[in-house]
C-alpha cells in the first residue's frame, strides 16, 4: 500500500472545482493511474479545504501519477506529491500503542420507512461522536479514556453537508471529521480500516483514518 499527500492551489479554478465536487476529484485522482491498470478501491481524503492550500491525501495499492493535477489544480513548476510504502508502518502497530487520528467520515445509520430501509445521516454532534465510539471495537481502538469509560479521547471538530451532481443525480452527504487519540486493541483491525476505508462514501472523500504521534 502507498500513502500519497499532496496539495492544492485553491486560487486556480481548477482546485476549486475539485474541491466543489467530491465526484470530480475522484474522477483526477482516479486519472492518476494508467486506464489499463486496475488501482482498486482508492481512499482520499482533504483537509484544510477553505484554506489557500488544502492538502490531499490518499491510500492506493499502487503510486499515484499526479503531474496532472499539479497543472490543473496545483503549481505545476512545482510538484507537491510525495508517496511513502505504507506497508512497513502498518506492520508495527501493535496492541497497547497511543497514536492521534484524523477522520473524515459520513456517519449514517439504516432505518426502515414505509417497509423499505433507507440510509440516513447522522446530524447532531452527538450522533455522530456516538457512531464513532460503537465502531471502535470493530475497528481494533480505544476511544474512552481507560480512567474513565464515558470520556471519549476525541472530538468532532468539523460538520457539514456536501451537496452535488453525480450524472442526473443529487447527491448529498453528511460529513464529519474527528480528531483525538485512540489506543490500539487489534492492531489487524485497525490496519484494515487504515487500508478498506471507516464507514460509507469512501469514494467520495471519506472514510480514510490517518495516524500521527500523539500531540
Known sequence: MI?????LNSRRSGARKLLGSPQAMHAALLAGFPPDSDPGRILWRVDHAKSVKPVVYIVSRDRPDLVHLDEQAGWPSLPSASSLAYD???DQLATGQTWGFRL???PAHHATENGRKRVYAHVTA???ATWLLDRSDRLGIRLTDPGDHATPTFQVIERSTRTFRRDSATVTLGVAT?????QVTDPQL??????AGV?????????LMTLAGPA
Open 126 to 128: 452527538a450522533q455522530q
Open 88 to 90: 512497513g508502518f502498518l
Open 3 to 7: 500513502l500519497t499527500r499532496t496539495y
Open 199 to 207: 464507514g460509507r462514501a469512501k469514494a467520495y472523500g471519506c472514510g
Open 178 to 182: 474527528y480528531t483525538g487519540v485512540l
Open 190 to 195: 485497525l490496519q484494515q480500516a487504515l487500508t
Open 104 to 106: 473524515t467520515a459520513n
